[in-house]
Nanobody
Framework: QVQLVESGGGLVQAGGSLRLSCAAS????????MGWFRQAPGKEREFVAG????????SVADSVKGRFTISRDSAKNTVALQMNSLKPEDTAVYYC?????????????????WGQGTQVTVSS
């Protein structure tokens, strides 16, 4: 059974940094793409970043490009989202997700597995 468990959320001031981590278990993820999504109150869940497990190619949403970086550690089966220069508009619940396939599809419906989410709050 696939499990994705996020950690690392919290409260940070604008301009600060946070590092989210997603621990993946339950199968081999070589043929999977991992993604980070976020959902703010009253808004739709949106794609933040994705990484192909095999090869490590990445995709990042324009709204966070240059500030957020996605990476994976194959030995530890974890995916990280390094978030720098945080803004109040980055406040949301952040979700880790996995989909079978090699492209970072930005549609949340394309993902097969989801974590429970971790809250990120950026104060102004």
């Amino acid at each position: 059974q696939v499990q994705l468990v996020e950690s690392g959320g919290g409260l940070v001031q604008a301009g600060g940094s946070l590092r989210l981590s997603c621990a993946a278990s339950g199968r081999t993820f070589r043929s999977y793409t991992m993604g980070w999504f976020r959902q703010a109150p009253g808004k739709e869940r949106e794609f933040v970043a994705g990484i192909r497990w095999s090869g490590g190619s990445t995709s990042v949403a324009d709204s966070v490009k240059g500030r957020f970086t996605i990476s994976r550690d194959s030995a530890k089966n974890t995916v990280a989202l390094q978030m720098n220069s945080l803004k109040p508009e980055d406040t949301a619940v952040y979700y880790c997700a996995a989909r079978f396939g090699y492209d970072s599809d930005p549609r949340f419906g394309a993902y097969d597995y989801w974590g429970q989410g971790t809250q990120v709050t950026v104060s102004s």
